[in-house]
């Protein structure tokens, strides 16, 4: 098969798909004739291909897929126009914990928040596919321990944690994961949105009083309890 047939191949199996594909699912369109290494330099030629476009070929956590241009997420978003669910400033604050100091436990959360947090808010985070319990830490009780999961880099159109924005200095009245911009890092409507007083408004926790905002020093160096939070694992 010649390179301009592997290709429309690639190009079709990759825009027909429903979710992201890995480099060894792709192979198999090829009955393994294709090498890896192959197979990378025609993505890497056919995102070249779509470049300019207003679809674009990225690589995500769990593969390569094809998805809009964050700039016409606005004229997209006329489709269908009703709003997303709405998340509070006390659910992106535990999120973006977990996502910078992960793994980590619910008491390790309540220590940096500086308040309970509400059961509902993991719940929901589990729901939603973004947090997962990876494991338990050797102390009295065995904790659960939190880290973020490969759908949450799905949704927000990232390879790895390492995409996140870094945790600057400057921006220590607000929680870090704060400054994601969700609706142009995603182009499946991630359903990030919150309410209208902004990403940090006041959130409506019956259970306590806000807490207060989350510096700098509130995200030490990454937990290494049990989990690496580099590079995703390798899909060749």
């Known amino acids: ?107 390790d959360m309540e220590d940096i928040r500086g308040v309970t947090i509400n059961s509902l808010i993991l719940k929901q985070l589990e729901d939603r596919g973004w947090i997962e319990v990876i494991g338990h830490r050797e102390t009295v009780g065995r904790p659960a321990l939190f880290a973020t999961t490969r759908q949450f880099l799905d949704d927000l159109g990232l390879s790895s944690l390492d995409q996140l924005p870094p ?29 209208d007083g902004g990403l940090f408004a006041q959130e409506a926790e019956n259970t306590s009083a806000p807490g207060p905002s989350i510096p700098e020093s509130s995200f030490p160096a990454i937990s290494q309890d049990t989990h690496d939070i580099g590079e995703p694992p390798q899909h060749d």
């Open 1 to 107: 098969m010649n390179t301009s047939d592997a290709l429309r191949v690639l190009e079709t199996a990759l825009i027909c798909a429903p979710q992201p594909l890995t480099v060894r699912e792709l192979g198999g369109l090829f009955d393994g004739e294709v090498s890896a290494d192959t197979l990378k330099t025609l993505l890497n030629d056919l995102q070249m291909a779509w470049s300019g476009r207003g679809v674009e070929l990225v690589q995500v956590a769990s593969g390569w897929r094809f998805q809009s241009r964050p700039e016409l997420r606005p004229f997209l978003d006329r489709l269908h126009p009703e709003k997303p669910p709405k998340y509070t400033r006390a659910t992106l604050e535990t999120l973006a914990i977990i996502a910078y100091r992960q793994p980590v436990t619910r008491g």
């Open 167 to 195: 945790l600057d200095s400057a921006d220590v009245q607000e929680s870090a994961l704060g400054r994601l911009d969700f609706e142009a890092l995603s182009p499946l409507a991630v359903d990030a949105a919150v309410d």
